[in-house]
């Protein structure tokens, strides 16, 4: 069965950076696109940022580009999120997601983790 496991949230200080991983298993890896989406109470889960099966092209939603990038080690079967000048605004979980790409749109597909939680305040 697919599993999506994702780490490396904490309590960081605005201004501060955070790394979150998620491991992936039950899948051939590099078949797929993969995502990582967060949400907020009372907000509706947001794709954040996307990637390629080869990591060859990323996408970013406004509200994170130039201060996250997502990356991925496919002879490790994980996805990454490198989180840089983080801001309370960020502060929500973080989950990934194993899609692909329609007419240049990022697919989720149907399995989610657990997530991590990321707060950022003073």
């Known amino acids: 069965q697919v599993q999506l496991v994702e780490s490396g949230g904490g309590l960081v200080q605005p201004g501060g950076s955070l790394r979150l991983s998620c491991a992936a298993s039950g899948i051939i890896f590099n078949f797929y696109a993969m995502g990582w989406y967060r949400q907020a109470p009372g907000n509706q889960r947001e794709l954040v940022a996307s990637?390629?099966?080869?990591?060859?092209?990323?996408n970013y939603a406004d509200s994170v580009k130039g201060r996250f990038t997502i990356s991925r080690d496919n002879a490790k079967n994980t996805l990454y999120l490198q989180m840089s000048n983080l801001k309370p605004a960020d502060t929500a979980v973080y989950y990934c997601n194993a899609g692909d790409y329609r007419r240049g749109n990022y697919q989720s597909g149907d399995s989610w983790g657990q997530g991590t939680q990321v707060t950022i305040s003073s």
């Open positions: 990637i390629t099966s080869s990591g060859g092209r990323t």
